[in-house]
């Protein structure tokens, strides 16, 4: 491990690997990830991994398209393809009124980053998804772009690149401290020797703070408990001659998308539960809640 970078992200999950990897194609090549365990070890490995174009102003839709287009392009390279199930399309579900007005205004808020939106009828709805009922349904919008992706491929895949443009990437490398020197520069100090940096990147997820409290900084942020299901084979998607879309539904308050030859369902709870607010256990990783 190198004892001097430019730049040390700390945590190897899709924000510090994406981070390193678009520091390099800005030319920033002393560049260093440390993770302390393996890469995706957190919640990125057990993420849903919807990728959408969908976004409430056009900052957002830029970024989110940046993102399609970069994922394209690593689903089709010849050296390390990543799985992303690109264009299955995308509908949002409402049954009120002004939830289709909302959808018309966002699909001309796309439309200006040339982005194609539609907002669609009931019928059209339930045609386009077969698994759906369009009782008490006004209509969608529809994002043709929507699609999933694999998050531990796409994390490794962006730290191979990464790595091939200079930077340099360290697993199972803890970090046990940080110390601001008078010039503003930072020592990381891990369990494998200290680093010298310009810049840390705190990427750390859900141990953002365990970092910040190395820095004496406390981050206005909080860890939720959140819960997904897969179901078994559904005859409907297994005989289906298409992948079925991804559903995003603001009424019920969950999201479904095609996973093999089932669905993933999870829900935006209300009123979450915290998690890891009184610390989280280091030996807690690749893991699950119970």
């Given at each position: 491990?190198?004892?001097?970078?430019r730049?040390?992200?700390?945590?190897?999950?899709?924000?510090g690997?994406?981070?390193?990897?678009?520091?390099?194609?800005?030319?920033?090549?002393?560049?260093?990830?440390i993770?302390?365990?393996?890469?995706?070890?957190?919640?990125?490995?057990?993420?849903?991994?919807q990728?959408?174009?969908?976004?409430?102003n056009?900052?957002?839709?830029?970024?989110?398209?940046?993102?399609?287009?970069?994922?394209k392009?690593?689903?089709?390279?010849?050296?390390?393809?990543?799985?992303?199930?690109?264009?299955?399309?995308?509908?949002?579900?409402?049954?009120?009124?002004?939830q289709m007005?909302?959808?018309?205004?966002?699909?001309?808020?796309?439309?200006?980053?040339?982005?194609?939106?539609?907002?669609?009828?009931?019928?059209?709805?339930?045609?386009?998804?077969?698994?759906?009922?369009?009782?008490?349904?006004?209509?969608?919008?529809?994002?043709p772009?929507?699609?999933?992706?694999?998050?531990?491929?796409?994390?490794?895949?962006?730290?191979?690149?990464?790595?091939l443009?200079?930077?340099?990437?360290?697993?199972?490398?803890?970090?046990?401290?940080?110390?601001?020197q008078?010039?503003h520069?930072?020592?990381?100090?891990?369990?494998?020797?200290?680093?010298?940096?310009?810049?840390?990147?705190?990427?750390?997820?859900?141990?953002?703070?365990?970092?910040g409290?190395?820095m004496?900084?406390?981050?206005?942020?909080a860890?939720?408990?959140?819960?997904?299901?897969?179901?078994?084979d559904?005859?409907?998607?297994?005989?289906?001659?298409?992948?079925?879309?991804?559903?995003?539904?603001?009424?019920?308050?969950?999201?479904?998308?095609?996973?093999?030859?089932?669905?993933?369902?999870?829900?935006?709870?209300?009123?979450?539960?915290?998690?890891?607010?009184d610390?989280?256990?280091p030996?807690?990783?690749?893991?699950?809640?119970?």
């Amino acid at each position: 491990m190198k004892d001097q970078a430019r730049v040390v992200v700390i945590g190897g999950g899709i924000a510090g690997c994406s981070a390193l990897y678009h520091l390099t194609r800005e030319g920033w090549s002393d560049v260093m990830l440390i993770e302390r365990d393996e890469l995706t070890s957190g919640t990125t490995w057990h993420s849903a991994a919807q990728v959408t174009n969908f976004g409430m102003n056009q900052t957002m839709i830029g970024l989110k398209s940046h993102s399609i287009a970069l994922y394209k392009e690593l689903r089709d390279d010849p050296d390390y393809p990543v799985g992303y199930n690109y264009a299955d399309g995308g509908i949002r579900l409402a049954n009120t009124p002004e939830q289709m007005d909302g959808y018309r205004h966002f699909t001309s808020v796309a439309a200006g980053m040339g982005v194609g939106f539609e907002v669609i009828d009931a019928a059209e709805c339930a045609r386009r998804h077969p698994l759906i009922s369009a009782d008490n349904l006004l209509g969608g919008l529809w994002d043709p772009h929507d699609g999933h992706i694999d998050p531990a491929q796409l994390c490794q895949a962006l730290a191979r690149r990464a790595r091939l443009a200079g930077a340099e990437v360290n697993r199972h490398t803890p970090v046990t401290g940080l110390t601001q020197q008078a010039d503003h520069t930072w020592t990381v100090h891990t369990e494998k020797g200290d680093v010298r940096a310009e810049i840390v990147v705190n990427a750390g997820g859900y141990r953002c703070n365990e970092i910040g409290a190395m820095m004496g900084i406390s981050h206005p942020v909080a860890s939720m408990e959140h819960q997904y299901f897969l179901t078994e084979d559904i005859p409907a998607i297994t005989e289906a001659s298409h992948r079925m879309p991804l559903l995003r539904c603001p009424i019920s308050d969950y999201y479904c998308r095609q996973e093999k030859g089932g669905l993933l369902l999870g829900f935006y709870e209300q009123d979450c539960r915290t998690w890891g607010l009184d610390g989280i256990d280091p030996h807690f990783s690749n893991a699950l809640c119970p």
